[in-house]
């Protein structure tokens, strides 16, 4: 047995089956799957014997609730594997995880495998980068203080022979024990090696309470001052025992800096993690518990040096570390901020949930001051914390006034329910106000219930058009509300009138006031994707936000679409400044140098790169209904230094650039002010994250390659704010004229030549219910060209009904025979694109591929097969699945339930909306549209 992957699980049910697809369909072979379940109330057991019937190499052992420890120890009493992996029940792992960790403990002959891991939530994936230069190594060190950044399990790979022979088990205390066991194993291994891979997907959901790490009690406190007493005296004694030339720690620490500064690590993280994540709960903390944390961090500052107690210090600078505060009216007279918070009892819902995230702030000076009228709702709740002061008060602008009038804090912030505060958002800005001393900041605002970024984005105008220098500006009432604000109390004191209310002053604010705005995603709007507009917008403003979003018809001229030549300057690249002083960097310089101040013709042209020779989709589609003077350049990436002179002298002579991709001329230099450049983009909708939003390149990069964009065309009205955002560039600029390439979908006669070509080379296919399979690639096991579904075709030929063929039109860069042999009723088609097989299809079955916009044109069913829905990239715009026009399928025998069911083949008011929403641009029109603009733009009608 190469690996025992040992799994303890505790009311796990919720997002139990996620992780469990997730091991048991890894890529190594010869593997044991042990989960213990530790005594669960939900249905957690229930899902593992599930599991346990499938899977031959699957275990349960059913025991009662003893503790993490306990479970896994009992994993590791049955384990047979050559090398140990612990996971957790709600984390996610790579599908090739195992197989190269165990390669790289086989080829390196290491005793250890560290490897990369990143942390996920409902909004985004954080990239653990700490860990970098540790993976990097072949050989890592033991005394590493790199190894000290993360205690997990999960990310390391461990030598079963190792932990037996030391008789290594985890402690029996419930924080911070794979800490104790996982540097204790460290201290007994003579190589450790790294793997430059992200391994796991580490699950850490806002809000969500039940997670282990957010509920502190007295006890973790205890524990976890315990689990740092053990490995700091295994740290000394390992020391000791590798350094016998030194007889005590003492010696140690007078006579071996390194060594010194390893232990000066240990506590340094302990102090952190005591402050950050113990004391930060304060006010759900009995006295004597705090009593105990303080002393602890006493007498650890003791110890360290003071480089290191400034370091935390520094980190911290809310507290003072030799004067700790457990008091509690002591704590609400030294706070540094005042959150006030209105509510109603028909608000409730919305209202605790607000409160919850202010209750939850890693930073402790935070009195929270409510109206009386809610102090039974709180009670209720079960939510109710010393640091909240209830305040008689009939309105919200009373409320305000009060807490303003009243407050002792430095700083103040006035909440709104339907805002959510991130739990270290108050500790952010804070250190904000420390490093900048302003008189307010703005945080922008985030989404909590949809991906489009238009709240966002909303911010980021308000934002501009000030860090542009245009002062107060209509702009501004994009950005018309307080509770993304934290404001200076005096400040606020200083404005405010009797004539106004509060939130009527932010003009006011912006006006008199120095401020800064961040973008740290700490502050997050929780309500429904449409009802954004209406909250921040005012009397006076609503016209102005109905007017911004109008998709209002312009044409080249239009001042609109004209490029902004500071905007554009301040993002592009200096040419002068290439990092690389390579040959190929030098001819773009030579070539920009060269063209850039020739006369612009009045000639279109239309550059790609997706292509060698010819245009493809978009542009293809566009080019015939373009008039006069147009020249094509298409030629993939990279180009040779006679095609980079090409395409930088038709950039720079031509007075109409067409594009469906990225040029990265582009990002060099600055176009003359007659020259406009249409970003056509190649895909419909918006579904994979692009742009900033998803780049490989640095982002920098990124935004200077659509930096000059003065049209961008789209589906879709509703997707114009997603393309605003990736590309950086003013709403305005991106129109819904459609996709060039859809046109075809409402051209009956050239609909039915492309049937009848299809018929002729698969007369099989007519009269049939053919149904097409059109799955995206994955970057996974040997590559994009390698595509192999989980899906066994003897038994899916076995179940299609009599009159249905299945085919399966691979995306081009899949190369290999994805179906094992030949059948009548499943084939492999590459002759013909999918787009053409779409117009003799009745149903499409795809899993996360854009064709699902194209496909919605023709009003005909959509299954989604998603068997790795599990652990398939996260970074989409559309709210998957909720958004798609059908539904979802995670293995064989459910999809082969769709197939079968002639029910399926009606649409549901899933589908209209999805159309409405994606691709109301698209009616057949898009090339007379665009073209006319083009047309008129160089004179000729």
Known sequence: MKISVIIAAYNAEKYLVETLQSVVNQTLDDYEIITINDGSKDGTLDILKEYEKEYPNFTVISKENGGVSAARNDGLNVAQGKYVYFYDADDILELEALEKMYEAAENNKAELVIAGYDMFDQYKTTEVKELNSLLELEKIDKYDTDILKTFSLTNKLFRRDIIEKYNLRLPPISYSEDGVFSMNYVYHVTKITGLEMVVTHYRRMIGDTNAATQNISDSKVEDY??????????????????????????????????????????????????????YSKFWSLKKS??????????????????????????????????????????????????????????????????????????????????????????????????????????????????????????????????????????????????????????????HTNFNEPQPVYLNRIAQESVMNEVGYNDNLCMDYTLANKFFDVHFVREIITDKKGIKEHIEDFYKKGCYTFFNDGIVHFDGKEREFISFIEHDGSTEYIKKYFEDAQVDLNSEDLA?????????????????????????????????????????????????????????????????????????????????????????????????????????????????????????????????????????????????????????????????????????????????????????????????EAIYKAYPELKGKFVI????????????????????????????????????ICPHPVMKNDIVPKKYDNIKVVRD?????????????????????????????????????????????????????????????????????????????????????????????????????????YVGRK
């Open 832 to 936: 013909f694109s999918t787009n053409d097989f779409m117009f003799v299809s009745d149903m499409l079955i795809t899993d996360y591929s854009s064709v699902i916009f194209e496909y919605a044109l023709l009003k005909k069913p959509i299954g989604f097969f998603c068997y790795d829905l599990a652990i398939y990239d996260r970074g989409f715009y559309l709210n998957y699945p909720d958004d798609l026009p059908g539904e979802v399928y995670e293995n064989q025998e459910q999809l082969e339930e769709f197939l079968q069911d002639s029910e399926n083949t009606k649409l549901t008011e899933k589908y209209d909306t999805f159309i409405k929403k994606y691709m109301s641009g698209c009616d057949g029109h898009s090339c007379e549209r665009l073209a006319g603009l083009i047309n008129s």
């Open 289 to 446: 518990t705090i009593e105990k944390i303080k002393d602890e961090i006493l007498e650890k500052i003791e110890i360290l040096d003071l480089q290191n107690a400034s370091l935390v210090a520094d980190e911290n600078p809310d507290i003072s570390l030799y004067n700790i505060i457990t008091d509690e009216e002591e704590m609400k007279e030294n706070a540094h901020f005042t959150a006030v918070l209105y509510g109603k009892e028909n608000d409730e819902e919305q209202f605790i949930k607000c409160l919850d995230s202010l209750a939850n702030q890693n930073l402790v000076g935070v009195n929270i001051v409510l109206p009386e009228s809610m102090k039974k709702i709180v009670e209720d709740n079960d939510c109710f914390q010393k640091n909240m002061i209830f305040i008689e008060a009939q309105s919200e602008e009373e409320l305000f006034r009060k807490a303003l009038e009243t407050t002792k804090t430095r700083y103040i912030t006035f909440c709104d329910s339907k805002i959510l505060y991130s739990n270290n958002t108050f500790k952010y800005v804070f250190k904000r106000f420390i490093k900048t001393h302003k008189d307010f900041l703005i945080e922008l605002i985030y």
């Open 225 to 278: 001052i315990e689990a740092h007493r053990l490995i700091l005296q295994a740290a000394r004694d390992s020391i000791l025992r590798d350094f016998p030339k030194y007889k005590s720690i003492n010696q140690v620490r007078a006579e071996d800096k390194e060594l010194t500064e390893y232990l000066n690590r240990i506590i340094y993280k302990e102090l952190n993690i005591l402050i950050k994540q113990f």
């Open 772 to 807: 097409i399979y059109a799955p995206t690639f994955r970057d996974e096991g040997e590559g994009r060209s390698q595509f192999n579904p989980k899906i066994d075709f003897d038994r899916l030929s076995e179940k299609l009904l009599p009159n249905q063929q299945f085919i």
């Open 563 to 755: 490029m902004n030549p500071g905007e554009a300057l301040v993002k592009l690249q200096d040419i002068s400044n290439f990092k690389e002083k390579t040959f190929v960097n030098n001819v773009i310089k030579f070539a920009i140098e060269r063209y850039k101040t020739k006369e612009v013709i009045n000639r279109t042209l239309f550059i790609s790169v997706r292509k060698n020779g010819e245009l493809e989709g978009n542009a293809k589609a566009l080019y015939p209904y373009v008039k006069g003077d147009k020249v094509i350049f298409a030629k993939q990436l990279p180009h040779n230094p006679l095609q980079i002179l090409k395409a930088v002298k038709l950039i720079c002579t031509s007075k109409v650039i067409v594009t469906d991709d990225y040029v990265k001329y582009l990002r060099y230099f600055d176009l003359k002010p007659e020259q406009r450049v249409i970003q056509l983009w190649h895909a419909c909708g918006a579904f994979k994250k692009f742009g900033q939003r998803g780049t490989n390149l640095e982002i920098r990069t990124d935004l200077a390659t659509h930096a000059q964009y003065n049209l961008v065309s789209v589906s879709g009205a509703e997707v114009r704010p997603i393309y605003a955002d990736a590309f950086d560039i003013d709403l305005k600029k991106v129109k819904a004229l459609g996709v060039p390439r859809t046109d075809e979908f409402f051209d009956k006669k050239l609909i039915e030549q492309k049937r």
